[in-house]
Structures are given as structure tokens and as C-alpha cells.
Nanobody
Framework: QVQLVESGGGLVQPGGSLRLSCVAS????????MGWYRQAPGKQREVVAR???????NYADSVKGRFTISRDNAKNTVYLQIDSLKPEDTAVYYC??????????????WGQGTLVTVSS
């Protein structure tokens, strides 16, 4: 089984920064895409940023220039650097990964989420 564990959320003032981390563990043979999604209260989950195994990235228009996604393949970890936070960034942030695991083959898993609250 593959598990994703996020960390780094918290309460931050507008204009502040946070760095989210997501570590994948299990009998992983390879990880393909990794990404960050968020779900604000009363809204649907939306994609924030994604990164391929080769490092190609794409971002939601609402976060371009403020969020940076990166990954450390040796550590099976994906990061999300969040700068210039706005109140509308308040949400639960989820990590997602796809790849190949021993025995079962393809996997697609979500983390449990980490809460980011932007408020003065």
C-alpha cells in the first residue's frame, strides 16, 4: 500500500508564506505525477499545481507567481511553497500521487490533507 502524509499547514497572516510537504511511502517502484489540490469550505476540490516525474509543472491561474511546486524524487516528496498568501487561499490542501507499486501495479492515492488558514 502507498500512503501520502502532508505537513506544513497552519495559521498565517495575509502576505505570509508556508511550505507544505508531502511524503510518499510504501512499496513504490516509481512515482509519476504528483500534485497539490485544495478544497475551501463549501467549494469543490480544485487543482493547485502539478509536477511530472521529469519536473514539468503547471499551475492554476489563481496561484501563478505565488505558489511553487517542486519534488525530491530520492525522498518521494513533493513540496508546495506558498508565498503572498491571501484569505481566499484558506483551504484544506491535499497531495495526490500516481505511479507504480510492487504487486498491485498502478496506484493513485491522496493524502489526508493539511489545513491552511489565512487570517489576520
Amino acid at each position: 500500500q502507498v500512503q501520502l502524509v502532508e505537513s506544513g499547514g497552519g495559521l498565517v497572516q495575509p502576505g505570509g508564506s508556508l511550505r507544505l510537504s508531502c511524503v510518499a511511502s510504501g512499496s513504490i517502484l516509481s512515482i509519476n505525477g504528483m500534485g497539490w489540490y485544495r478544497q475551501a469550505p463549501g467549494k469543490q476540490r480544485e487543482v493547485v499545481a502539478r509536477i511530472s516525474s521529469g519536473g514539468s509543472t503547471n499551475y492554476a491561474d489563481s496561484v501563478k507567481g505565488r505558489f511553487t511546486i517542486s519534488r525530491d524524487n530520492a525522498k518521494n516528496t513533493v513540496y508546495l511553497q506558498i508565498d503572498s498568501l491571501k484569505p481566499e487561499d484558506t483551504a484544506v490542501y491535499y497531495c495526490k500521487a500516481t505511479g507504480v507499486v510492487a504487486v498491485q501495479g498502478y496506484f493513485e492515492v491522496w493524502g489526508q490533507g493539511t489545513l491552511v488558514t489565512v487570517s489576520s
